[in-house]
């Protein structure tokens, strides 16, 4: 007797998917049960007319992007609060200089903050905020033109020219 090839779905596949499903198993369950792909198991269910409740999918994906937005929260807070210290630094009376020497690490304290360096925290604070805003406006975008100013902004790190009031 020859082996069926992997692929073949079979009568017992139908009736056990059937079976499950009545049982209220999801479409993974069913997967993992009878040893077949999750894709395998909509197939076999779609032919016989059978659908998968979405609504416990619907509910977990929902409370990841609840979730997710109050991760975004907190990290643009931490972003500000980042942006903030360094403007702080900027903005002091005193400005601790460390510098590696021929004799070592030494370390000044000035009435500025040397050119270099405030070159150097200046672009961290930009850096900072600009991440802090890109993540307020995941949430802040939620209809078409969130979705226009994504493509715009697809189509110029692409290196695409998009003429104004031409349709992205």
């Known amino acids: 007797m020859t082996a069926l090839p992997r692929n073949l779905i079979t009568d017992a596949d139908r009736e056990r998917v059937r079976e499950l499903h009545a049982e209220g198993k999801t479409r993974n369950d069913i997967a ?3 040893n077949r792909s999750p894709s395998t198991v909509t ?3 779609r032919a016989l007319g059978l659908s998968f409740d979405r609504s416990a999918t619907a509910a977990a ?3 990841r992007q609840v979730d997710n937005r109050a991760r975004r929260a907190d990290i643009v807070g931490r972003l500000y609060g980042r942006a903030e210290r ?3 630094r900027l903005e002091a009376d005193r400005y601790t200089f460390t510098a590696t020497t021929i004799n070592g690490v030494e370390s000044k304290v000035l009435d500025h903050v040397p050119a270099p360096d405030e070159k150097a925290l200046a672009s961290a604070m ?3 905020l600009g991440a802090a805003a890109k993540l307020e406006q995941v949430d802040a975008d939620t209809g078409a033109d969130g979705v226009r100013s994504m493509l715009g902004g697809l189509a110029v790190a692409l290196g695409i020219h998009v003429a104004p009031g031409e349709p992205h």
Do not use: F, M, N, Y
Request: cysteine-free; hydrophobic content about 40%.
């Open 86 to 88: 360094i403007l702080g």
């Open 32 to 34: 993992r049960e009878i």
């Open 126 to 128: 930009s850096t900072h």
């Open 43 to 45: 197939g076999i269910a």
């Open 61 to 63: 994906t929902h409370a």
